[in-house]
């Protein structure tokens, strides 16, 4: 040991540092060469470059502003249904592989380094969280909420968020200016939601710029959650640092640190009022889990900890979803006119007096608008990029390639949506693919269709987002024959988890259609 330390102090700082370089080239060479050639994945078909490192992905997620889906679909064009997409990661397209990975009960779980970084806090919301088991108890209290028979005790909430949208559109409209509704369809899905968890809504659909900042603070989150998945020691860093700094260094995170810490003061005010007392104008889902005495009824304890997780998930999770779902449909929508017309025909022979409600039940039963909301799904794809899982014990066969366990393999909404079998011509938005045809083509349809993802672990409010949209988009078509877009163009998405359209896409301004 002395001899070396001489030695080292005997050499030059140029040397050692020439010594140094040498040393991690030949550590860099080894890794790439075992991840290459002797890794359990070496056999999978794939780019070299993304065997050897995740820094591919980062260069489309980040470089080329959250393109890796794209870059998968292009990968699968070239290997096949199954592509390494970095070294310890496969992406799969066969429709058959979903119902196995996204399934009830299912033994994959969620992938620790990807969902890690949505929400690094202590006690993440069931939402990121990786083990099943815990995933289970956390979900279980939360389920009965959004059943179907409850969102419909909820219908009078999206009722008057639909009603404030149509105000909002009316009166742009007839002032001859456009209306933002990808802005406003978010902002609907957020205030139903901060309205039915803390009695609290944020009123978004009240605000100037309709709630956009969270948007906003959404891409930035995202952004930072790309960075943080190739280096995650830098969470480990931010974990150490005050939050001040935090905020100053990464405005992304600092944004989201912001916003969690403003959902946890909502469940505050919720278990605040209980001790004190204080009864919500409605039942609230905070209200209830909170409630000791609901509580000690239903045999479920929940901690104030948790409930603040889960409710900035639940912000987060309900407003570009299904902001893009309704923005998807109703772009298309006017900028086709026959689609159009289809659609106000079936709307206007609705049994209801010119701005009345329509109800949730009987908007349901229109075919042409199921098809209008079923393509709004499927071409804006929920989460649009892929979502991870790790085989357990055993690993698994998929398309005949054995994968070991802690194989990370992952599937995208974005390409079981543009299946060409299920959806000939994908791009195209067409209601009618889903009106009056044979038994087997549905099954196909219905099996790549997964907006929603699926199994225990797809999404729970996925009866309440479709009540909103039924609501929403039935009662703005039904009131609304002369909207148009402006500036048409291709709706294209960038992938930072949920899905954004870019700024310089002025696709979301609506307006009134110039008389001819
Ligand atoms: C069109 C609208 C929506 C779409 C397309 C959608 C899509 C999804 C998808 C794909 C997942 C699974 C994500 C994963 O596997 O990592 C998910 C989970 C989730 N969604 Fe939605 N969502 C929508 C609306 C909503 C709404 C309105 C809420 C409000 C509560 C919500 C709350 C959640 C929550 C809490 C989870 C996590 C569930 C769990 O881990 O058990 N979503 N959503």
Redesign the pocket.
């Known amino acids: 040991m002395a001899a070396l330390v001489s030695t080292l102090a005997a050499m030059q700082w140029t040397t050692l540092v020439l010594l140094l370089g040498a040393v991690l080239l030949a550590t860099a060479l080894s890794v790439a060469v075992y991840r290459l050639f002797l890794h359990p994945l070496a056999s999978v078909p794939g780019p070299p470059l993304a065997a050897v490192t995740r820094l591919y992905a980062f260069y489309f997620n980040i470089v080329k502003k959250g393109t890796f889906y794209l870059e998968i679909e292009r990968l699968h064009e070239i290997y096949g249904p199954v592509v390494r997409i970095a070294p310890n990661e496969i992406h799969l397209s066969d429709p058959d592989n979903y119902d196995k990975i996204?399934a009830v009960g299912s033994k994959l779980y969620?992938d620790p380094v990807f969902?890690g970084v949505l929400d690094p806090s202590e006690l993440p919301?069931?939402?990121a969280?990786t083990s099943n088991e815990i995933?289970r108890r956390r979900?279980a209290p939360l389920e009965p909420f959004?059943s179907r028979r409850n969102v419909l005790t909820l219908e009078d909430v999206i009722q008057n968020k639909v009603e404030r949208l149509c105000g909002l559109v009316e009166n742009s409209v007839s002032r001859g200016e456009g209306v933002d509704l990808w802005a406003a369809f978010r902002a609907v899905?957020v205030d139903v939601?901060t309205e039915y968890a803390f009695d609290d809504c944020w009123g978004q659909l009240e605000r100037e710029d309709l709630g956009d900042w969270f948007s906003v603070v959404m891409v930035n989150s995202g952004i930072a959650m790309w960075f943080l998945q190739q280096w995650p020691f830098l969470l480990t860093l931010m974990d150490k640092m005050p939050q001040g700094l935090v905020k100053k260094m990464d405005p992304g995170m600092g944004d989201m640190l912001a916003l969690q810490e403003r959902t946890r003061k909502l469940v505050e005010n919720v278990e605040r009022d209980i001790k004190a007392g204080r009864k919500p104008r409605q039942r609230t889902i905070f209200h209830d889990l909170l409630d000791p005495e609901v509580a000690a009824l239903n045999q479920r304890q929940v901690s104030i900890e948790e409930m603040a997780a889960?409710a900035y998930?639940?912000c987060a999770?309900?407003a570009e979803?299904?902001g893009n779902?309704m923005t998807a449909a109703t772009y298309h929508v006017v900028t086709n006119p026959k689609i159009y017309s289809k659609l106000r025909e079936e709307l206007l022979a609705m049994p209801v007096a010119f701005g009345d409600k329509l109800s949730y039940a009987e908007l349901e039963k229109r075919s042409y608008l199921t098809g209008v909301v079923k393509e709004g799904?499927r071409l804006?794809y929920?989460?649009i990029g892929r979502?991870p899982r790790v085989l357990p014990q055993g690993g698994g066969i998929y398309n005949g390639y054995h994968l070991p366990e802690g194989t990370v393999v992952g599937m995208s909404?974005y390409m079981q949506h543009r299946n060409p079998s299920a959806f000939p011509n994908p791009n195209v938005f067409d209601p009618e693919r889903w009106i009056n045809i044979p038994p087997a083509a549905v099954a196909a349809q219905n099996k790549c269709l997964v907006?929603?993802?699926k199994g225990?672990?797809?999404?729970?409010?996925?009866n309440?987002?479709m009540c909103?949209?039924y609501v929403t988009l039935g009662t703005l078509f039904h009131r609304f024959g002369d909207l148009t877009a402006e500036d048409v163009g291709e709706l294209v998405y960038m992938d930072y988890f949920n899905a954004f359209n870019p700024t310089d896409q002025n696709l979301r301004v609506f307006r009134k259609r110039e008389k001819a």
């Open positions: 996204y969620k969902y919301a069931m939402f969280t995933h979900r959004f899905s939601i889960e998930a639940m999770a309900a979803t299904t779902a799904l804006s929920g989460v979502l909404s907006p929603f993802s225990s672990r797809g999404c729970i409010g996925q309440l987002a909103e949209m």
